[in-house]
């Protein structure tokens, strides 16, 4: 069932691996709707609060997914993540 629970689950697997930025890190927050699609192929709405780029390039989003109350870094990969279009821009 597509509950809270599988909800965070799907948060806790992006989130495998993925050192949190220090608070000292250059970090742009922002407010971007995404679509992030499990292995099933379901999307779960969500939202990019923040962006980080670390040392060696790699691009991080702090993200959180509707019914999940705290946020995580998660390493951005556009074939799981996508950024919705808003309205404007």
Not at 23 to 41: E, T
Not at 73 to 83: E, F, T
Request: proline share 10%; glycine share 8%.
């Amino acid at each position: 069932m597509r509950g809270e629970s599988a909800a965070q689950r799907l948060l806790e697997e992006l989130a495998t691996g993925c050192a949190s930025p220090d608070p000292d890190d250059l970090i742009q927050h922002a407010y971007r709707p995404v679509a992030v699609s499990d292995h099933a192929g379901w999307p779960w709405p969500g939202t990019i609060t923040a962006w980080w780029t670390g040392p060696c390039g790699t691009a991080l989003c702090r993200l959180r997914l509707s019914g999940v109350p705290t946020p995580r870094w998660v390493v951005y990969d556009p074939d799981r993540i996508a950024l919705l279009v808003q309205e404007g821009i």
